[in-house]
């Protein structure tokens, strides 16, 4: 019985430490280009897209955005609860239990252990696991630019750097929107040696309150608009650790970018 016992004990274990995905490779390649050493790759490829307003916003032009492809889900009191409970284990070091609240809210998320070759860091995530029954063909006849897999939650990517010696969090509010927001913000991330690179999941348009016509501040899937956004809560929780750790407030830095003719007078990059 107490060898049965002890089986039983020892087969958990291996269970808890196998639920933390284990990889090596190129943040930025696995961000926006091809890494083989992840279970998906390209990132901003597997964003949720959405239009509610024709022109409104300025997108790639290497993506046409595409409504139905992925979505933005909102959370209600059972996931937030569960949500914040993860992240308070995933900041406190505890990334196995992480993983089992994620895995018993049946939240389509995971945390991984990432070797970045790019700096020799280990890194941790909580990213999305994109849904790949959606396809999107930009609008042509080649495949080149089809996008297989979407993001339907939406909720946004979470990388922590523990050894980080530097107070500084990096945030993309508008992955989609500014479009080249989230290439500089990687390069930003190791450059600063920041502890934390929050880019969130969703393009505006994806979710609104369909209230009256679309503007940007009627939008539910845009973290720096909608106060309850998973993203933000996620925010909060980075900020006091750094608070806690350093004994200092934070230094914030979201990056956002404007189309070369749509906003005539600006800077193309600008920081808040």
């Known amino acids: 019985m107490a060898k049965a016992l002890w089986i039983g004990l020892l087969f958990l274990l291996w269970a808890r430490i196998l639920a933390v995905t284990v990889e090596t490779g190129s943040l930025r390649a696995f961000l926006y280009g091809e890494e083989p050493g992840a279970a998906y790759d390209n990132w901003i490829s597997h964003l949720a897209e959405g239009i509610a307003d024709e022109n409104y916003n300025i997108y790639a032009p290497y993506d046409l955005q595409t409504t139905g492809f992925g979505d933005f889900h909102v959370a209600d009191s059972t996931e937030t ?4 409970a993860m992240l308070d284990q995933f900041l406190a070091g505890n990334f196995a239990n992480a993983q089992n609240i994620l895995t018993e809210s049946e939240l389509p998320f995971q945390i991984v252990e990432f ?15 994109p849904d790949f029954k959606y396809i999107d063909d930009n609008g042509t ?7 297989t897999g979407a993001f339907t939650y939406g909720w946004g990517l979470y990388i922590y750097d523990p050894a980080s010696t530097r107070p500084i969090i990096v945030t993309v509010p508008h992955p989609c929107d500014d479009f080249p927001s989230p290439a500089l913000a990687c390069e930003a991330f190791e450059l600063w040696n920041a502890k934390f690179l929050l880019i969130a999941g969703a393009g505006r348009e994806v979710k609104w309150t369909n209230i009256g016509n679309y503007d940007n501040n009627k939008s539910i899937s845009d973290p720096s608009r909608a106060a309850t956004h998973p993203f933000n809560y996620a925010y909060q929780r980075c900020a006091n650790l750094i608070r806690t750790q350093f004994n200092t407030r934070e230094w914030s830095a979201q990056l956002h970018s404007y189309d070369w003719n749509r906003h005539r007078g600006y800077a193309n990059v600008q920081i808040s």
Do not use: F, H, P, V
């Open 141 to 147: 006849e080649d495949s080149y630019d089809d996008e």
């Open 115 to 129: 070797y970045n070759t790019d700096n020799g860091r280990t890194l941790y995530m909580i990213r999305e696991l």
């Open 81 to 84: 609860n569960a949500w914040c």
